[in-house]
């Protein structure tokens, strides 16, 4: 069900079964896997892919432009959410930047706590836990079942690797 007070683009692409919450706003080129929920507030731009079963919690932002200085509006860059994903309240996702690959990805089975950023050109893997206030700054890699505790931030470049705990 789409909210009415929801603003969806018509040219968004929406799966069978997806819950859009009141207020939010899912732009033009987002593309949502079935059964997937958006709760109130959220906000989905740019090139995003939402995989099935996420769920996004309120006043979260995703798809947004990098904070990066070389990025140029308009630039081909996109964001991927895993399936299954959580990802709670007030969570920055920037899309990466093109100079750089131009991807940020974040696997299956995710769990992204209140208030964490994973900024431009990020890649998180499967089963990732980001405590609340975790901050990826660009390029960071965290491998597979990693757990970035509170309040942590990491500095660009980073590779975090699977099972680790920081």
Same mark, same amino acid.
């Given at each position: 069900?789409?909210? +009415?007070?929801?603003?969806?683009? +018509? ?10 919450? +009141? ?14 929920? $958006?709760?109130? =507030? /959220?906000?989905?731009?740019?090139? &995003? &892919? ?14 947004? +432009?990098? @904070? ?25 996702? =920037? ?6 690959? %131009? /991807? ?11 208030? %964490?950023?994973? #900024?431009?050109?990020? =890649? ?8 609340? $206030? #975790? @901050? $990826?700054? %660009? ?7 990693? $757990? ?7 500095? @660009?470049?980073?590779?975090?690797? @699977?099972?680790?705990?920081?």
């Amino acid at each position: 069900m789409i909210h +009415p007070s929801a603003i969806v683009h +018509p040219n968004a692409s929406i799966a069978k079964n997806v819950d859009i919450g +009141p207020y939010c706003v899912v732009g033009e080129h987002v593309t949502i896997g079935a059964r997937a929920t $958006l709760l109130a =507030h /959220v906000v989905i731009t740019g090139r &995003t &892919t939402i995989g099935e079963d996420a769920v996004i919690h309120p006043f979260c932002s995703i798809g947004a +432009p990098s @904070q990066d200085r070389k990025a140029e509006e308009g630039e081909l860059a996109y964001t991927t959410i895993g399936a299954r994903t959580v990802i709670r309240e007030y969570v920055s996702i =920037h899309r990466g930047s093109a100079d750089a690959g %131009g /991807v940020t990805s974040v696997g299956d089975d995710c769990l992204i706590l209140a208030y %964490g950023h994973i #900024a431009h050109n990020c =890649h998180v893997g499967n089963g990732v836990t980001m405590s609340n $206030l #975790a @901050q $990826l700054a %660009g390029h960071v890699v965290v491998e597979d079942n990693a $757990l970035v505790g509170a309040m942590a931030g990491v500095h @660009q470049f980073v590779r975090i690797g @699977q099972y680790a705990f920081v």
